[in-house]
Protein backbone atom coordinates (compact mmCIF):
# COMPACT_ATOMS: atom_id res chain seq x y z
CA UNK A 1 0.00 0.00 0.00
CA UNK A 2 1.19 3.59 -0.68
CA UNK A 3 2.71 5.76 2.30
CA UNK A 4 -0.33 7.68 2.10
CA UNK A 5 -1.22 9.63 5.56
CA UNK A 6 -4.88 8.26 6.76
CA UNK A 7 -6.70 9.42 9.11
CA UNK A 8 -8.49 6.85 11.75
CA UNK A 9 -11.71 7.15 13.61
CA UNK A 10 -11.18 7.75 16.90
CA UNK A 11 -14.09 5.68 18.59
CA UNK A 12 -13.55 2.59 15.70
CA UNK A 13 -10.89 1.67 13.11
CA UNK A 14 -12.46 3.00 9.80
CA UNK A 15 -10.06 5.45 8.00
CA UNK A 16 -9.85 7.59 4.86
CA UNK A 17 -9.37 4.55 2.82
CA UNK A 18 -12.99 5.24 2.56
CA UNK A 19 -13.08 8.10 0.44
CA UNK A 20 -16.78 8.66 1.98
CA UNK A 21 -16.28 9.03 5.12
CA UNK A 22 -16.70 11.89 7.34
CA UNK A 23 -15.53 13.05 11.39
CA UNK A 24 -17.55 14.61 13.69
CA UNK A 25 -15.78 17.00 15.96
CA UNK A 26 -14.73 14.68 18.34
CA UNK A 27 -13.02 12.56 15.37
CA UNK A 28 -15.64 10.11 15.61
CA UNK A 29 -16.98 8.93 12.05
CA UNK A 30 -20.19 8.48 9.92
CA UNK A 31 -20.25 4.59 10.34
CA UNK A 32 -19.76 4.27 14.03
CA UNK A 33 -23.11 6.68 14.38
CA UNK A 34 -24.77 4.67 11.35
CA UNK A 35 -23.84 1.20 13.02
CA UNK A 36 -24.72 2.37 16.58
CA UNK A 37 -28.13 3.59 14.92
CA UNK A 38 -29.14 0.16 13.47
CA UNK A 39 -27.68 -1.49 16.32
CA UNK A 40 -29.99 0.47 18.68
CA UNK A 41 -32.81 -0.54 16.30
CA UNK A 42 -32.28 -4.19 14.90
CA UNK A 43 -30.41 -6.36 17.12
CA UNK A 44 -32.30 -7.32 20.00
CA UNK A 45 -30.44 -9.85 22.33
CA UNK A 46 -32.54 -9.41 25.43
CA UNK A 47 -36.49 -10.50 26.24
CA UNK A 48 -37.82 -8.50 23.35
CA UNK A 49 -35.65 -10.28 20.94
CA UNK A 50 -36.23 -13.48 22.12
CA UNK A 51 -40.27 -12.49 21.55
CA UNK A 52 -39.66 -11.58 18.58
CA UNK A 53 -37.77 -14.67 17.73
CA UNK A 54 -40.38 -16.96 19.92
CA UNK A 55 -42.93 -15.65 17.54
CA UNK A 56 -40.88 -16.04 14.40
CA UNK A 57 -40.53 -19.39 15.11
CA UNK A 58 -44.30 -20.41 15.67
CA UNK A 59 -45.02 -18.47 12.43
CA UNK A 60 -42.50 -20.55 10.42
CA UNK A 61 -43.89 -23.88 11.86
CA UNK A 62 -47.12 -22.67 10.97
CA UNK A 63 -46.52 -22.25 7.45
CA UNK A 64 -44.38 -25.44 7.21
CA UNK A 65 -47.96 -27.60 7.97
CA UNK A 66 -48.42 -30.08 5.10
CA UNK A 67 -45.02 -29.35 3.97
CA UNK A 68 -41.58 -31.47 4.24
CA UNK A 69 -40.19 -28.39 5.44
CA UNK A 70 -40.63 -25.05 7.64
CA UNK A 71 -37.98 -23.09 5.75
CA UNK A 72 -34.63 -23.08 3.88
CA UNK A 73 -31.09 -21.79 5.24
CA UNK A 74 -28.17 -21.30 2.79
CA UNK A 75 -24.90 -23.28 4.98
CA UNK A 76 -21.77 -21.38 2.94
CA UNK A 77 -19.74 -23.42 5.76
CA UNK A 78 -18.87 -20.62 7.66
CA UNK A 79 -19.45 -19.11 11.33
CA UNK A 80 -22.86 -16.94 10.68
CA UNK A 81 -24.60 -19.41 8.76
CA UNK A 82 -23.72 -22.26 10.48
CA UNK A 83 -24.84 -20.88 13.72
CA UNK A 84 -28.14 -20.00 12.41
CA UNK A 85 -28.11 -24.33 11.14
CA UNK A 86 -26.87 -25.08 14.79
CA UNK A 87 -29.77 -23.29 16.80
CA UNK A 88 -32.58 -23.99 14.18
CA UNK A 89 -32.48 -27.80 15.37
CA UNK A 90 -33.02 -26.16 19.20
CA UNK A 91 -35.71 -24.14 17.74
CA UNK A 92 -37.38 -27.71 16.58
CA UNK A 93 -37.27 -26.36 12.84
CA UNK A 94 -37.72 -28.70 10.26
CA UNK A 95 -35.09 -26.54 7.51
CA UNK A 96 -34.27 -27.15 4.41
CA UNK A 97 -30.52 -27.23 4.10
CA UNK A 98 -29.17 -26.28 1.30
CA UNK A 99 -25.93 -25.21 0.07
CA UNK A 100 -24.57 -23.55 -3.09
CA UNK A 101 -21.08 -24.54 -4.26
CA UNK A 102 -18.86 -22.64 -6.50
CA UNK A 103 -16.57 -24.29 -6.76
CA UNK A 104 -14.34 -22.46 -4.05
CA UNK A 105 -14.80 -24.33 -0.66
CA UNK A 106 -11.70 -24.80 1.00
CA UNK A 107 -11.52 -28.44 2.28
CA UNK A 108 -11.90 -26.75 5.62
CA UNK A 109 -15.16 -25.27 4.97
CA UNK A 110 -16.64 -28.61 3.08
CA UNK A 111 -15.35 -30.35 6.70
CA UNK A 112 -17.34 -28.44 8.76
CA UNK A 113 -20.48 -28.03 6.35
CA UNK A 114 -20.53 -32.22 6.52
CA UNK A 115 -20.08 -32.82 10.06
CA UNK A 116 -22.49 -30.11 10.97
CA UNK A 117 -24.57 -32.00 9.34
CA UNK A 118 -24.19 -34.96 10.40
CA UNK A 119 -23.95 -33.63 14.24
CA UNK A 120 -27.46 -32.22 13.90
CA UNK A 121 -28.77 -35.32 11.76
CA UNK A 122 -30.04 -33.28 8.71
CA UNK A 123 -29.98 -34.00 5.29
CA UNK A 124 -27.55 -31.77 3.08
CA UNK A 125 -28.92 -30.36 -0.57
CA UNK A 126 -26.45 -29.18 -2.56
CA UNK A 127 -26.54 -26.83 -5.63
CA UNK A 128 -22.92 -26.84 -7.69
CA UNK A 129 -23.08 -24.16 -10.17
CA UNK A 130 -21.91 -24.92 -13.64
CA UNK A 131 -17.94 -24.33 -13.18
CA UNK A 132 -17.33 -23.50 -16.38
CA UNK A 133 -20.05 -20.72 -16.91
CA UNK A 134 -18.82 -19.68 -13.42
CA UNK A 135 -14.92 -19.45 -14.17
CA UNK A 136 -15.96 -17.39 -17.52
CA UNK A 137 -18.34 -15.15 -15.14
CA UNK A 138 -15.30 -14.42 -12.49
CA UNK A 139 -12.44 -13.73 -15.06
CA UNK A 140 -14.79 -11.23 -16.86
CA UNK A 141 -14.88 -9.54 -13.14
CA UNK A 142 -11.79 -9.45 -12.93
CA UNK A 143 -11.28 -8.05 -16.45
CA UNK A 144 -13.66 -5.68 -15.38
CA UNK A 145 -11.72 -4.12 -12.89
CA UNK A 146 -14.74 -3.93 -10.15
CA UNK A 147 -13.92 -4.16 -6.17
CA UNK A 148 -16.38 -6.21 -5.44
CA UNK A 149 -15.41 -10.08 -7.14
CA UNK A 150 -17.47 -11.79 -4.91
CA UNK A 151 -20.47 -10.69 -7.58
CA UNK A 152 -20.79 -13.75 -9.14
CA UNK A 153 -20.56 -16.04 -6.01
CA UNK A 154 -22.90 -13.54 -4.55
CA UNK A 155 -25.77 -13.57 -7.05
CA UNK A 156 -25.70 -17.25 -7.74
CA UNK A 157 -25.91 -17.89 -3.89
CA UNK A 158 -29.02 -15.50 -3.86
CA UNK A 159 -30.49 -16.73 -7.10
CA UNK A 160 -30.17 -20.33 -6.14
CA UNK A 161 -31.95 -20.03 -2.76
CA UNK A 162 -34.41 -18.03 -3.90
CA UNK A 163 -36.21 -19.67 -6.87
CA UNK A 164 -35.13 -23.30 -4.85
CA UNK A 165 -37.53 -21.48 -1.54
CA UNK A 166 -40.32 -19.96 -4.03
CA UNK A 167 -40.29 -23.57 -6.23
CA UNK A 168 -40.66 -26.15 -2.83
CA UNK A 169 -43.38 -23.22 -1.53
CA UNK A 170 -41.22 -22.28 1.34
CA UNK A 171 -42.22 -18.73 2.56
CA UNK A 172 -39.13 -18.01 4.98
CA UNK A 173 -35.61 -17.80 4.16
CA UNK A 174 -33.09 -17.67 6.99
CA UNK A 175 -30.68 -15.81 7.12
CA UNK A 176 -26.95 -15.46 8.60
CA UNK A 177 -26.67 -11.70 8.09
CA UNK A 178 -26.06 -10.10 11.19
CA UNK A 179 -25.25 -6.29 12.66
CA UNK A 180 -22.37 -8.04 15.25
CA UNK A 181 -20.11 -8.58 12.09
CA UNK A 182 -21.58 -7.00 9.79
CA UNK A 183 -23.04 -3.37 10.39
CA UNK A 184 -20.00 -1.48 8.86
CA UNK A 185 -19.48 -1.83 5.02
CA UNK A 186 -18.78 1.26 2.64
CA UNK A 187 -20.49 1.74 -0.40
CA UNK A 188 -17.58 2.70 -1.76
CA UNK A 189 -15.75 -0.57 -1.53
CA UNK A 190 -18.14 -2.31 -3.09
CA UNK A 191 -21.65 -2.99 -4.91
CA UNK A 192 -24.13 -5.03 -4.29
CA UNK A 193 -24.79 -8.51 -5.95
CA UNK A 194 -28.05 -8.48 -6.39
CA UNK A 195 -27.71 -6.54 -9.72
CA UNK A 196 -28.09 -8.85 -12.79
CA UNK A 197 -28.13 -6.23 -15.54
CA UNK A 198 -24.65 -5.15 -14.33
CA UNK A 199 -23.41 -8.86 -14.10
CA UNK A 200 -24.77 -9.36 -18.25
CA UNK A 201 -23.51 -6.57 -19.21
CA UNK A 202 -20.00 -7.44 -17.69
CA UNK A 203 -20.06 -10.98 -19.48
CA UNK A 204 -21.87 -9.75 -22.26
CA UNK A 205 -18.74 -7.36 -22.12
CA UNK A 206 -15.67 -9.54 -21.18
CA UNK A 207 -17.10 -13.15 -21.06
CA UNK A 208 -16.23 -15.75 -23.86
CA UNK A 209 -18.86 -18.02 -23.55
CA UNK A 210 -22.81 -17.97 -23.14
CA UNK A 211 -24.21 -18.28 -19.99
CA UNK A 212 -26.90 -21.07 -20.61
CA UNK A 213 -27.16 -22.28 -16.84
CA UNK A 214 -25.79 -19.73 -14.62
CA UNK A 215 -28.74 -18.95 -11.99
CA UNK A 216 -29.69 -15.09 -11.94
CA UNK A 217 -32.60 -12.91 -10.24
CA UNK A 218 -34.72 -10.62 -12.36
CA UNK A 219 -35.87 -7.17 -10.97
CA UNK A 220 -38.93 -8.72 -10.40
CA UNK A 221 -37.54 -11.32 -8.17
CA UNK A 222 -35.75 -8.46 -6.36
CA UNK A 223 -38.80 -6.85 -6.04
CA UNK A 224 -40.94 -9.46 -4.78
CA UNK A 225 -37.88 -10.31 -2.80
CA UNK A 226 -37.35 -7.00 -0.64
CA UNK A 227 -41.13 -6.02 -0.52
CA UNK A 228 -43.14 -8.74 0.74
CA UNK A 229 -46.92 -7.44 -0.67
CA UNK A 230 -49.76 -9.77 -0.02
CA UNK A 231 -50.61 -9.78 -2.99
CA UNK A 232 -47.83 -11.55 -4.00
CA UNK A 233 -46.59 -13.85 -1.64
CA UNK A 234 -42.73 -14.73 -2.16
CA UNK A 235 -39.81 -16.27 0.16
CA UNK A 236 -39.27 -13.46 2.84
CA UNK A 237 -35.66 -13.46 4.11
CA UNK A 238 -35.75 -13.51 8.05
CA UNK A 239 -32.60 -12.84 10.09
CA UNK A 240 -32.55 -14.20 13.19
CA UNK A 241 -29.50 -13.60 14.29
CA UNK A 242 -30.77 -9.62 15.08
CA UNK A 243 -32.92 -10.97 17.61
CA UNK A 244 -30.16 -13.11 20.28
CA UNK A 245 -27.22 -12.61 21.79
CA UNK A 246 -24.63 -13.71 18.99
CA UNK A 247 -20.83 -13.78 19.25
CA UNK A 248 -18.66 -14.82 16.26
CA UNK A 249 -16.11 -16.46 18.61
CA UNK A 250 -18.35 -17.71 21.65
CA UNK A 251 -20.10 -19.44 18.62
CA UNK A 252 -16.88 -20.87 16.58
CA UNK A 253 -16.12 -22.70 20.52
CA UNK A 254 -19.53 -24.02 20.85
CA UNK A 255 -19.28 -25.35 17.02
CA UNK A 256 -15.79 -26.76 17.49
CA UNK A 257 -17.21 -28.78 21.06
CA UNK A 258 -20.36 -30.02 19.62
CA UNK A 259 -19.98 -30.81 16.43
CA UNK A 260 -16.16 -30.87 15.22
CA UNK A 261 -16.25 -27.82 13.03
CA UNK A 262 -13.06 -26.13 12.88
CA UNK A 263 -11.77 -22.11 12.62
CA UNK A 264 -10.98 -21.44 9.15
CA UNK A 265 -9.29 -18.06 10.19
CA UNK A 266 -11.03 -14.87 9.24
CA UNK A 267 -14.08 -13.57 8.16
CA UNK A 268 -15.08 -14.82 4.39
CA UNK A 269 -12.03 -17.42 4.21
CA UNK A 270 -14.47 -20.48 3.86
CA UNK A 271 -14.06 -19.78 -0.12
CA UNK A 272 -10.11 -19.51 -0.99
CA UNK A 273 -10.98 -16.77 -3.98
CA UNK A 274 -12.77 -14.57 -1.60
CA UNK A 275 -9.72 -14.78 0.44
CA UNK A 276 -7.46 -14.09 -1.85
CA UNK A 277 -9.62 -11.21 -3.10
CA UNK A 278 -10.05 -9.79 0.45
CA UNK A 279 -6.47 -10.06 1.21
CA UNK A 280 -4.38 -9.45 -1.51
CA UNK A 281 -6.18 -7.97 -4.26
CA UNK A 282 -8.08 -5.23 -2.49
CA UNK A 283 -5.40 -3.79 -0.28
CA UNK A 284 -3.24 -3.99 -3.58
CA UNK A 285 -4.77 -2.49 -5.89
CA UNK A 286 -7.63 -0.36 -4.06
CA UNK A 287 -6.05 0.60 -0.97
CA UNK A 288 -8.63 -1.18 1.45
CA UNK A 289 -8.35 -3.53 3.99
CA UNK A 290 -11.45 -5.27 4.74
CA UNK A 291 -10.46 -6.06 7.95
CA UNK A 292 -11.09 -2.35 9.25
CA UNK A 293 -14.81 -2.76 8.18
CA UNK A 294 -15.48 -6.34 10.03
CA UNK A 295 -13.60 -5.13 12.99
CA UNK A 296 -15.04 -2.37 13.29
CA UNK A 297 -18.14 -3.92 13.11
CA UNK A 298 -17.45 -6.02 16.39
CA UNK A 299 -16.32 -2.62 18.26
CA UNK A 300 -19.53 -1.52 17.63
CA UNK A 301 -21.07 -4.47 19.17
CA UNK A 302 -19.34 -4.23 21.52
CA UNK A 303 -17.26 -7.28 21.30
CA UNK A 304 -14.08 -6.06 20.63
CA UNK A 305 -11.92 -2.52 22.06
CA UNK A 306 -10.35 -0.11 19.16
CA UNK A 307 -7.06 -1.23 21.22
CA UNK A 308 -7.85 -4.88 19.86
CA UNK A 309 -8.57 -4.26 16.39
CA UNK A 310 -5.52 -1.98 16.16
CA UNK A 311 -3.26 -5.24 17.31
CA UNK A 312 -5.27 -7.22 14.74
CA UNK A 313 -4.50 -5.11 12.21
CA UNK A 314 -0.73 -5.15 12.91
CA UNK A 315 -0.84 -8.86 11.30
CA UNK A 316 0.26 -9.36 7.87
CA UNK A 317 -2.58 -9.92 5.90
CA UNK A 318 -0.69 -12.71 4.19
CA UNK A 319 2.46 -14.87 4.92
CA UNK A 320 4.42 -15.14 1.46
CA UNK A 321 4.11 -18.46 0.98
CA UNK A 322 0.90 -18.71 1.75
CA UNK A 323 -0.02 -15.97 -0.51
CA UNK A 324 2.26 -17.58 -3.49
CA UNK A 325 -0.05 -20.87 -2.89
CA UNK A 326 -2.58 -19.04 -3.11
CA UNK A 327 -2.28 -16.59 -6.30
CA UNK A 328 -0.90 -20.39 -7.65
CA UNK A 329 -4.26 -21.71 -7.14
CA UNK A 330 -6.63 -19.31 -8.16
CA UNK A 331 -5.12 -18.85 -11.20
CA UNK A 332 -4.49 -22.39 -12.18
CA UNK A 333 -8.52 -22.57 -11.43
CA UNK A 334 -9.65 -19.69 -13.57
CA UNK A 335 -7.04 -20.81 -16.33
CA UNK A 336 -5.10 -17.31 -16.12
CA UNK A 337 -1.37 -17.20 -16.49
CA UNK A 338 0.61 -14.56 -14.21
CA UNK A 339 0.99 -12.17 -17.11
CA UNK A 340 -2.61 -12.12 -17.44
CA UNK A 341 -2.75 -11.42 -13.35
CA UNK A 342 -0.35 -8.90 -13.23
CA UNK A 343 -1.85 -7.47 -16.11
CA UNK A 344 -5.13 -7.29 -14.64
CA UNK A 345 -3.95 -5.89 -11.56
CA UNK A 346 -2.48 -3.04 -13.35
CA UNK A 347 -5.72 -2.12 -14.69
CA UNK A 348 -7.14 1.20 -14.11
CA UNK A 349 -9.96 0.49 -11.24
CA UNK A 350 -13.67 0.97 -11.83
CA UNK A 351 -17.24 1.32 -10.41
CA UNK A 352 -19.93 -0.07 -10.98
CA UNK A 353 -21.09 3.37 -12.53
CA UNK A 354 -18.45 2.47 -15.47
CA UNK A 355 -21.22 -0.58 -16.31
CA UNK A 356 -24.75 -0.60 -17.17
CA UNK A 357 -26.70 -0.91 -13.66
CA UNK A 358 -30.01 -1.31 -12.20
CA UNK A 359 -28.78 0.89 -9.06
CA UNK A 360 -31.48 3.55 -8.97
CA UNK A 361 -34.43 1.38 -9.59
CA UNK A 362 -33.23 -0.90 -7.01
CA UNK A 363 -32.74 1.41 -4.54
CA UNK A 364 -36.27 2.67 -5.61
CA UNK A 365 -37.50 -1.21 -5.10
CA UNK A 366 -36.34 -1.19 -1.63
CA UNK A 367 -37.79 2.45 -0.78
CA UNK A 368 -41.01 0.97 -1.89
CA UNK A 369 -41.39 -1.04 1.50
CA UNK A 370 -41.06 2.22 3.39
CA UNK A 371 -44.19 3.54 1.51
CA UNK A 372 -46.11 0.27 1.56
CA UNK A 373 -45.47 0.75 5.36
CA UNK A 374 -47.10 4.13 5.43
CA UNK A 375 -49.69 3.40 3.84
CA UNK A 376 -50.42 0.32 6.10
CA UNK A 377 -50.44 -2.04 2.82
CA UNK A 378 -47.86 -4.01 4.68
CA UNK A 379 -46.36 -4.50 8.23
ZN1 LIG B 1 -15.85 5.03 13.51
Known sequence: ???????????????????????????????????????????????RGQEKLEKLVEEMRHAGRGKDYDCLIGLSGGVDSSWLTYKSKEWGLRPLVFHVDAGWNTPVAEQNIQRLISHLGYELHTCTIDWEEMRDLQRAYLYSALANQDVPQDHAFFAVLFHTAAKMGLRYWLSGFNLVSESVLPRAWGYMAMDSRQLKAIHKRFGQRPLRHFPTLSFWDCCKFYNDIPLFPTVKAVTPLHWMPYNPDEAKLVLQREAGWENYGRKHSESRFTKLIQNYYLPTKFGFDIRRAHLSSLIAAGQMTREEALTQLQEPLYEPEELREDTAFVLERLGLTEADWERLMALPNRTFRDYPNRSGMLHAARNVKVFLRRMGIVK
Open 1 to 47: MSQKTYQICTRCVMDTSDPDISFDANGQCNHCSDALRRLEQSYMPDA
